[in-house]
């Protein structure tokens, strides 16, 4: 199927998110859309998935003019949409997932279904049982769920926006094999990124996007440095990190165990000096989120000691956590992190330093206005959470952080953010650095783990499976370590 | 921001002001108009059943009348409904009726407001039907000095009487001697069991009730020993109150389930001293499985309809012949506030122009029964029997009236027990 | 902005109006005469024409409850609890005033004061129990409500039948009216009392300063919008759950003490009067503002009071009160929501995200 998207625009109040964009997807191509955030790209896909209509524009499927309404039109006419997070019931199993929006739902072959989603999954290779309840999944697997359900709906059209974010190496390397698999089946795949290296990877054509024009396209491939100068004007160089001396103990386990389930086998020891960078690595929900919550008293461990800064402070509560300087920033930065609803001005006054009964709401803004400008953040100081693409939230989020801090505890940095936006967060973040925060981030990035580390630890299954040097250690040992294989140095193979 | 809510509410206000506002045209054709069922503000006149939808030319003596209960509740305020209307039938009047006049019902609405709407709308009399509405009755009465108003079943212008105000002069009470309604009942009851043993579903426990447990239990008695040849002390007789004059769930005992426990616990008539007919409908429902069961309603005529085969039949007030006199009062002017506890017209206790406590028998009344009830009726109407005689014991043991001692109506009025031999507790407080 | 804010408040008002006078005919009426009645036999018909001062009282003692617990429930509601047991905070509100208005003897003011106090720590009590029901036993608000809700209602008809009786009467209609010291003062002839009218606007305006001037009231707010985010940045949230249940607890605890000694005047199993689940259709109808909490609980009075006029004066029974008010709810509701759709889609400006 080919498809025209012809001058769309669409408006929200003042801001021109899509103005005039057109594009052309030929039938069996993977076509990259790349942009960074709040380039426009999500309203595009949202116009074409019929979740928005356009103020105008046309679509052309085919040859054919069609209008979208609503979400159901477009599936009707071919168009799929798998969201950045998948549309998945969690207490339900796969196959009511699956057999959920199906068309005619007044009668429900579930047998039938159950059949056909296995055939599915076996032409694409993936693994998943139809009576596995859904919160089973990992972000990955609710991925595949979603593409096959699609596919049985029809889907001749895929768009996929930000796909990558949240799942393994292993499962994007899935991913792309099957959506390149999809293309040579005569399938048109949008693939919507800000992340280069996928699109390079991925797709034949590319389209970039900046501030709701479409600012350049190619055949691929390109080199890198010019989708970089489309998308920003100019290239970004990477800066080498700078050596910090390390100073004294900030964090420290002694043999620390969980009392079950992860991290209740193996006892975890650790020392972290002031000024000392650690690299969580590991598939997701492989232990890295007990150790943060340990880390920070949200946890309590059945055996061992936490000190922070010298000081004993096991089993005591979060607060004490963070009265001796210790933050903790979750991955999910509107779920743990930021509060719907609330204006960013708001934010400020809660984990504002002086806190007095009364708000000065005029001081409160005032303040809120110095934040925005000195964290680049896009938006006002009345702008609700919410409202803030997933770059600005971290902005806001780290605005938040206390000015001291001994220990700042950080789920994916940088996940969904566009280079410019990463590469400003660990600015801020080996800023803090320099002051002598030690920090430890989890991520699913290689490249950022091994560039912003001194040490690595790997987590697997619910232990920690290796502690690395990030000197002395590359993509492919902490790869394996990832997958469970211990390093080859080691000698030890573990199922 | 203030301003902006300001203007947010004066929108809304101003949206109600207009519907206000139109509706003020039509204001001055309010039209009175009845209906078979739900029609509540009523005119009648000559006692043809006619529609009337216009106002006649003389204005028609109004009488108001708060309900406690629902109007058709086939009990004590249908009871006073029928027979305001009837009243009003008689005397070509108009009625103003509201019913559901509790707290729980209605929480915001107070019977001296509903007076005060009543009066406002030309009610010449006010009625409250309830002894619930009392401190609602002498607000009232407080505040309409001018108005006649009737509280029924008090004792606030009894002047021998405990709670009198003597200045309420506007304030009249009024109620029938049911005690002997209840006497009859227990009769029909006494002469029908064949466990021996007789339940009375009682409301709440206060003076009143008490006096009509009481009564029926020495009509009972009577029956059981004086036709029947049987030992009185043999016959059992169990009460359970619910808590107040008829069920509100939640708040009173569930009467349906009171009744299942008195029948299994060996009582096989069901005496009903509360409002509505769970005693009959209960008690019929279980008949029908099989059980030789029967019961005897309270408070309105047709009360048996609902289980008509195992009705022993029903004693009722029939309020029309007072409430005729007391209007007639307040039109010839001699209207004062007076105690009226009035008897059975004995010439015809089931007289409707004149007999204000009536005894109609059931279906479940044998017939030789029920020539033995006509003979017992006879009795109290021509005093050869006195139920109220001594020796008689309180429940606790002390004496109420000693050998040969009759009891006065203050004795019987203020019955502070149940009488010695009922089981179950009769002053919950 | 201003005149998209007048639209967002004109669509709901619209709607309601329409959808109120569709069953008002639906009913056999003209539409608006009921509508008349209602506004005479609550406030007088022309508005607070002399003479109708008893029914302005009465309408205005009913107001005062519901207007009291409206506000105790934005600030559980901002706080994200559903307090269905409001109306036991407002019983046993109901229960503590009645304890002292009975027992205790002291000079009138002292006397008024203990009353409305000890009602407000009844209150507050039955709130706190939910909340550490919550907090700490994991029992959801909802069903920890309900059940304290029938608890306190239990122990009031036990006080009414039993210790607290009518002397040689065990009904339950109620205790024995309270001595006249022990009465909030009022007007000459009437209930309403300028004391509570007061309090209540105090109360109104107090919830109002915290959700707009205060750090705690934001803190309430954060803590109700998304708990794991307010605990990361410090703030002890089950303490603030307690706060919200005891803020409202006390409110509620004083809506009790209104029925008891301001409308009533005694001890009955129906003291609440239900007024603890209509305020909850108050505070969603009022989108959880403080403000619009007076005019819409005066608007659910009038109909309380004023639609017996249905039964008196009309021919239909004066439940259609009952339906009526059901009607403007939902109705009120729908408007709102289809405002808010309307202005969500052009609102959607800065959400743009990737």
């Known amino acids: 199927m080919s498809l025209e998207l012809l001058d769309i625009h669409k408006h929200f109040g003042p801001v021109r998110a899509n103005d005039g964009i057109t594009i052309t997807v030929q039938e069996g191509s993977l076509h990259g859309l790349l942009g960074e955030n709040g380039a426009g790209k999500s309203t595009l896909m949202k116009v074409l998935s019929g979740f928005h209509s356009a103020d105008s524009g046309r679509i052309v499927l085919d040859g054919r003019e069609i209008k979208l309404a609503n979400p159901d039109d477009a599936i009707e006419a071919g168009i799929g949409m798998l969201h950045q997070d998948p549309l998945v019931f969690l207490p339900f199993s796969v196959i009511d997932n699956f057999v959920l929006g199906s068309p005619g739902s007044a009668r429900l072959d579930r047998k039938k279904a159950a059949r056909e989603l296995s055939e599915l999954c076996e032409r694409y290779g993936f693994n998943i049982s139809p009576d596995t309840p859904a919160r089973l999944l990992t972000v990955g697997e609710r991925q595949q769920l979603e593409i096959i359900r699609l596919l049985w709906l029809g889907a001749r059209v895929l768009i996929l926006d930000e796909p990558t974010t949240g799942i393994s190496a292993d499962q994007r390397a899935k991913l792309f094999e099957t959506l390149k698999a999809l293309a040579t089946e005569g399938m048109s795949v949008i693939f919507v990124s800000h992340k280069l290296e996928e699109v390079a990877d991925l797709c034949e054509r590319v389209t970039v996007m900046t501030r709701g024009k479409v600012v350049g396209e190619a055949e691929l491939p390109v080199p890198p440095e010019q989708l970089v100068e489309m998308m920003f004007g100019q290239s970004i160089e990477i800066h080498d990190r700078d050596s910090v001396p390390l100073g004294t103990s900030h964090l420290a386990f002694d043999s620390v165990r969980t009392a079950t389930g992860l991290l209740s086998e193996e006892p975890i020891s650790l020392d972290v000096q002031s000024g000392e960078v650690i690299g969580i690595a590991g598939m997701e929900g492989s232990g890295q989120d007990a150790f943060l919550r340990l880390c920070c008293g949200m946890r309590t461990p059945k055996e061992g000691t936490v000190s922070i800064g010298g000081k004993d402070m096991t089993g005591k509560h979060y607060r004490d956590y963070l009265a001796a300087d210790v933050k903790y920033l979750p991955a999910g930065r509107l779920e743990e992190g930021l509060i719907e609803g609330l204006t960013i001005t708001e934010h400020f006054v809660l984990t504002g330093e002086k806190q007095s009964f009364f708000v000065d709401w005029n001081a409160a803004r005032e303040r809120a206005v110095e934040q925005i400008e000195h964290y680049t953040i896009k938006g006002t100081e009345a702008s609700t959470a919410e409202s803030l693409s997933g770059g600005n939230q971290q902005r806001v989020l780290l605005a938040m952080l206390p000015p001291e801090l001994t220990v700042l505890l950080m789920e994916h940095p940088t996940r969904g953010l566009d280079i410019e936006s990463a590469d400003w967060v660990w600015e801020q973040l080996l800023a803090r650095r320099q002051q002598g925060t030690s920090i430890l981030f989890a991520s699913a990035d290689l490249d950022e783990l091994l560039r912003y580390s001194d040490r690595i630890l790997v987590f697997f299954s619910g232990r920690v499976i290796g502690e690395l040097d990030a000197n002395n250690t590359n993509v492919e040992e902490i790869g394996m370590l990832i997958g469970g294989r211990r390093a080859p140095s080691s000698g030890s193979v573990s199922s | 921001m203030l301003s902006k809510r300001l203007i947010q509410m004066l929108a809304v206000l101003l949206a109600f002001a207009l519907v206000a506002a139109a509706c003020g045209d039509s204001s001055s054709d309010t039209t009175a108009t009845t209906t078979g069922g739900g029609g509540t503000t009523t005119t009648t006149d000559g006692g043809t059943a006619t529609t009337a939808t216009t106002t006649p030319s003389t204005d028609p003596f109004k009488m108001g009348i708060l309900l406690v209960g629902p109007e058709f509740d086939q009990g004590y305020s249908q009871a006073h409904f029928e027979g305001a209307e009837w009243a009003m039938d008689q005397i070509g009047g108009e009625l103003i009726s509201l019913d559901f006049i509790n707290p729980a019902d209605n929480p915001g609405l107070t019977p001296e407001a509903v007076a005060k709407d009543m009066i406002d709308q030309g009610a010449q009399m006010v009625v409250f039907n309830s002894d619930d509405m009392r401190d609602g009755a002498f607000a009232a009465a407080e505040q309409n000095p001018e108005t006649p108003m009737v509280w029924v079943s008090g004792d606030s212008a009894w002047a021998d009487g405990r709670a009198y105000r003597a200045d309420l002069t506007n304030l009249s009470n009024v109620w029938g001697q049911m005690t002997f309604g209840k006497m009859i009942a227990g009769c029909a009851a006494g002469l029908t069991t064949q466990t021996g043993k007789l339940g009375y579903l009682g409301p709440l426990t206060n003076d009143e009730t008490r006096r009509l447990v009481n009564s029926a239990y020495l009509g009972a008695q009577y029956c059981y020993e004086n036709y029947r040849g049987l030992d009185a002390s043999d016959l059992e007789f169990a009460v359970t109150y619910i808590g107040f004059w008829f069920e509100i769930p939640g708040v009173t005992l569930d009467a349906t389930q009171v009744v299942n426990d008195l029948i299994d616990g060996g009582a096989d008539v069901m005496l009903s001293g509360i409002d509505t007919t769970q005693a009959l409908v209960r008690s019929g429902q279980r008949a029908d499985g099989g059980e030789a069961l029967w019961a005897v309603p309270y408070d309105f005529e047709d009360a048996c309809q609902e289980a008509p085969s195992i009705c022993l039949g029903v004693p009722y007030f029939n309020w029309g012949p007072a409430y005729v006199d007391l209007a007639n009062s307040v039109i010839d002017g001699s209207f004062t506030a007076t105690w009226e506890w009035l008897p059975p017209d004995w010439a015809d206790i089931n007289n409707v122009n004149t007999s204000t406590i009536g005894y109609i028998k059931g279906d479940g009344l044998s017939s030789e029964n029920g020539a033995f009830l006509d003979q017992f009726i006879a009795g109290l109407g021509d005093g050869s029997i006195n139920l109220y005689a001594g020796p008689l014991n309180w429940q606790d043991g002390s004496s109420f009236l000693g050998d040969g001692e009759t009891a006065t109506d203050i004795q019987i009025w203020y019955s502070e027990q149940c009488l010695e031999g009922i089981e179950g507790v009769c002053d919950l407080g | ?354």
Request: aromatic letters at 10%.
């Open chain 3, 1 to 354: 902005m201003t005149s998209n804010r007048l639209l967002y408040a004109l669509i709901p008002a619209g709607v309601v109006v329409v959808a109120a006078f569709g069953l008002l005919l639906a009913a056999g009426t003209n539409g608006f005469e009921p509508i008349k009645l209602i506004v005479e036999g609550s406030i007088g018909w022309p508005p607070f024409e002399e003479g109708t001062s008893s029914k302005v009282g009465d309408t205005v003692m009913v107001w005062v409850p519901i207007a009291l617990a409206s506000a105790g429930l934005i600030v559980t509601f901002n706080a994200g609890m559903w307090n269905i047991g409001i109306e036991g905070q407002i019983i046993m509100g109901a229960i503590f005033a009645a304890f002292v208005a009975r027992e205790v003897s002291v000079s009138r003011p002292l006397l008024i004061a203990l009353i409305i106090l000890a009602g407000a720590v009844g209150g507050m009590l039955w709130g706190l129990l939910v909340g550490v029901l919550r907090t700490a036993g994991g029992v959801n608000e909802i069903f920890g409500g309900l059940g304290l809700d029938f608890v306190a209602a239990s122990i009031t008809t036990y006080l009414i039948i039993d210790p607290w009786s009518r002397t040689g009467v065990a009904s339950t209609s109620g205790t024995d009216p309270f001595p006249d010291e022990a009465l909030l003062p009022s007007l000459e002839g009437t209930r309403l009392s300028p004391l509570a009218i007061v309090i209540t606007l105090v109360a109104i305006a107090g919830i109002w300063l915290l959700f707009r001037g205060t750090l705690y009231g934001l803190k309430l707010k954060a803590v109700g919008r998304n708990r794991p985010s307010s605990f990361l940045m410090g703030i002890p949230t089950n303490r603030y759950l307690l706060g919200a249940f005891v803020i409202c607890g006390a409110l509620a605890g004083i809506a009790g003490t209104s029925q008891a000694i301001g409308f009533h005047f005694r001890l009955i199993p129906a003291i609440s009067g239900n007024y603890g689940f209509l305020a909850i259709l108050v505070v969603l109808l009022a989108r959880f503002r403080a403000f619009w909490v007076i005019p819409i609980s005066f608007f659910f009075a009038m109909i309380a009071v004023g639609s017996s006029q249905l039964q008196l004066r009309l021919d239909v029974n004066s439940a259609l009160g009952g339906v009526l008010q059901g009607t403007l709810v939902l109705s009120a509701m729908f408007g709102l929501g289809w405002a808010a759709h309307r202005f969500r889609k052009q609102a959607e400006a800065g959400a743009e995200s990737t």
